[in-house]
């Protein structure tokens, strides 16, 4: 029904930038809020950076002033803007989304597949 397909992950040096792209597609009615999450190796997930519809976002401590999230509705994508990496921010990133389908009117949370971000010398 519906799909979050994520790109822009790889490898890159400390001090380096990504940009990480979430497109999310299929039976949408209305996407509420977007979100990026990530989970380094023997840890749990956790919150990146969530972008509500039309609200504030808001940031983990660990990526304030480095990381930035938006989103074009138009597009249904969600970015994340990742700029002065460590290599603690080394890991799994995925996307999530809350929506409604067309199908059930259900309000849903989505997730992405995932995608490998590295950071390293």
């Known amino acids: 029904q519906v799909q979050l397909v994520e790109s822009g992950g790889g490898l890159v040096q400390p001090g380096g930038s990504l940009r990480l792209s979430c497109a999310a597609s299929?039976?949408?009615?209305?996407?509420?809020?977007m979100g990026w999450y990530r989970q380094a190796p023997g840890k749990p997930r956790e919150l990146v950076a969530r972008?509500?519809?039309?609200?504030?976002?808001n940031y983990a401590d660990s990526v304030k002033g480095r990381f930035t999230i938006s989103r074009d509705d138009a597009k249904n994508t969600v970015y994340l803007q990742m700029n002065s990496l460590k290599p603690e921010d080394t890991a799994i990133y995925y996307c999530?989304?809350?929506?409604?389908?067309?199908?059930?009117?259900?309000?849903?949370?989505?997730w992405g597949q995932g995608t490998q971000v590295s950071v390293s010398s």
């Open positions: 999530n989304a809350d929506l409604r389908t067309t199908v059930t009117g259900d309000l849903v949370i989505y």
């Open positions: 299929g039976s949408i009615f209305r996407i509420y809020a």
């Open positions: 972008i509500p519809s039309g609200g504030i976002t």
